[in-house]
């Protein structure tokens, strides 16, 4: 159920799934589930409200919303009128956000009732995402915008040694990704995903935009279990959860303290990592543990989202050596500037 058509918009395959399948439940948080049909209905209702707000393609809106169904809402809508959704670390300082809010020009802000005092004084339009279900829009659905070149997100960086930096992506840049890695992990409609990455982490394409465009289901994996491996484990064995793309920080937790010796993760197929050096004695930990899992190492800048990756070799891991980033990944194409020793990539 891959996002086959010629839009280049990473959301507009939920039309199709409104069509084909509108019971598909496509993300689930808690006990509460979102099917093709009820998020379609309710990113129309954000992408009027937006455009009645004075939000129009172009436009960039920041989103300052808790990781879960609220924010995949807000995505979704900024991506139907065609503007560029910019989401904020909600746990984050107020003058890093306001620095974004600034820098990014941002149109509107789509939160909710908890908005904070200094966002509603920072003379911007917010939307409270909450009010959703019990707003009646009569206009019929205006459709994904789609333009290839358009920018889908900005996502910026730590800003660790400066200012935040503003990585742009276009919509096509986030199709390819899309596309690869429905084929490179065959994903499918009945395929479970978890969900730990945070929007403004580009980890989160993946859970956004690639398992639902299969037809697949995205999981939120409660916040509370971040810090308690074994009932992670647990999470993940009673959701049935099939696929996993996270940073290694948190496998190695779970290799350590997860207890998998005890469990049995039958229906974890697949387990993707990014965004941190994996230490190589965890991972031949952590592959041992799990030894019908298949392992990806994912490799790439923000600016490039993932550009390389490795299907997890268990032979040629070697306690004291570094693992490859091996081959490319979205068709893009790659080499090494002879001068620098610096990887070029071309996508």
Same mark, same amino acid.
């Given at each position: 159920?891959?996002?086959?058509?010629?839009?280049?918009?990473?959301?507009?395959?939920?039309?199709?799934?409104?069509?084909?399948?509108?019971?598909?439940?496509?993300?689930?948080?808690?006990?509460?589930?979102?099917?093709?049909?009820?998020?379609?209905?309710?990113?129309?209702?954000?992408?009027?409200?937006?455009?009645?707000?004075?939000?129009?393609?172009?436009?960039?809106?920041?989103?300052?919303?808790?990781?879960?169904?609220?924010?995949?809402?807000?995505?979704?809508?900024?991506?139907?009128?065609?503007?560029?959704?910019?989401?904020?670390?909600?746990?984050?300082?107020?003058?890093?956000?306001?620095?974004?809010?600034?820098?990014?020009?941002?149109?509107?802000?789509?939160?909710?009732?908890?908005?904070?005092? =200094? #966002?509603? @004084?920072?003379? $911007?339009? +917010?939307?409270?995402?909450?009010?959703?279900?019990? /707003?009646? *829009?009569?206009?019929?659905?205006?459709?994904?915008?789609?333009?290839?070149?358009?920018?889908?997100?900005?996502?910026?960086?730590?800003?660790?040694?400066?200012?935040?930096?503003?990585?742009?992506?276009?919509?096509?840049?986030?199709?390819?990704?899309?596309?690869?890695?429905?084929?490179?992990?065959?994903?499918?409609?009945?395929?479970?995903?978890?969900?730990?990455?945070?929007?403004?982490?580009?980890?989160?394409?993946?859970?956004?935009?690639?398992?639902?465009?299969?037809?697949?289901?995205?999981?939120?994996?409660?916040?509370?279990?971040?810090?308690?491996?074994?009932?992670?484990?647990? =999470? #993940?064995? @009673?959701?049935? $959860?099939? +696929?996993?793309?996270?940073?290694?920080?948190?496998? /190695?937790? *779970?290799?350590?303290?997860?207890?998998?010796?005890?469990?049995?993760?039958?229906?974890?197929?697949?387990?993707?990592?990014?965004?941190?050096?994996?230490?190589?004695?965890?991972?031949?930990?952590?592959?041992?543990?799990?030894?019908?899992?298949?392992?990806?190492?994912?490799?790439?800048?923000?600016?490039?989202?993932?550009?390389?990756?490795?299907?997890?070799?268990?032979?040629?891991?070697?306690?004291?050596?570094?693992?490859?980033?091996?081959?490319?990944?979205?068709?893009?194409?790659?080499?090494?500037?002879?001068?620098?020793?610096?990887?070029?990539?071309?996508?």
């Amino acid at each position: 159920m891959a996002n086959n058509n010629a839009t280049s918009n990473p959301a507009s395959y939920l039309q199709a799934l409104v069509i084909n399948a509108p019971d598909k439940v496509l993300f689930t948080e808690s006990d509460n589930e979102l099917t093709a049909k009820v998020l379609y209905n309710r990113v129309n209702v954000l992408s009027h409200l937006l455009a009645q707000s004075g939000v129009s393609a172009g436009d960039n809106i920041a989103i300052f919303l808790p990781r879960g169904m609220d924010a995949v809402v807000a995505v979704y809508a900024a991506l139907m009128i065609g503007a560029c959704y910019v989401p904020l670390d909600i746990s984050g300082p107020k003058e890093r956000n306001l620095f974004i809010i600034e820098d990014a020009c941002c149109r509107a802000v789509i939160g909710n009732e908890q908005a904070p005092e =200094w #966002l509603t @004084e920072a003379g $911007i339009t +917010i939307i409270n995402a909450e009010v959703l279900p019990s /707003v009646s *829009i009569q206009e019929p659905p205006v459709g994904f915008y789609d333009q290839a070149d358009a920018p889908a997100a900005i996502l910026y960086t730590s800003g660790s040694t400066g200012n935040p930096k503003g990585v742009v992506i276009s919509q096509r840049a986030i199709s390819a990704f899309v596309q690869w890695a429905s084929h490179a992990f065959n994903l499918n409609s009945q395929d479970i995903a978890a969900s730990l990455s945070p929007f403004h982490f580009d980890l989160s394409l993946f859970d956004l935009f690639a398992v639902p465009a299969a037809g697949a289901n995205t999981v939120f994996i409660p916040d509370a279990l971040k810090l308690s491996p074994s009932r992670l484990t647990d =999470w #993940l064995a @009673e959701n049935t $959860i099939s +696929i996993w793309y996270t940073v290694p920080s948190i496998l /190695v937790f *779970i290799a350590l303290k997860g207890g998998l010796n005890k469990k049995n993760l039958f229906y974890l197929k697949q387990v993707l990592f990014a965004g941190e050096v994996f230490p190589i004695d965890s991972l031949i930990r952590l592959t041992g543990l799990l030894p019908e899992t298949q392992f990806y190492n994912l490799f790439g800048p923000t600016e490039t989202n993932v550009c390389l990756y490795w299907p997890v070799d268990r032979k040629r891991l070697t306690a004291g050596e570094d693992i490859p980033v091996g081959y490319p990944a979205c068709e893009a194409e790659l080499g090494i500037d002879p001068e620098q020793g610096e990887l070029l990539v071309k996508g």
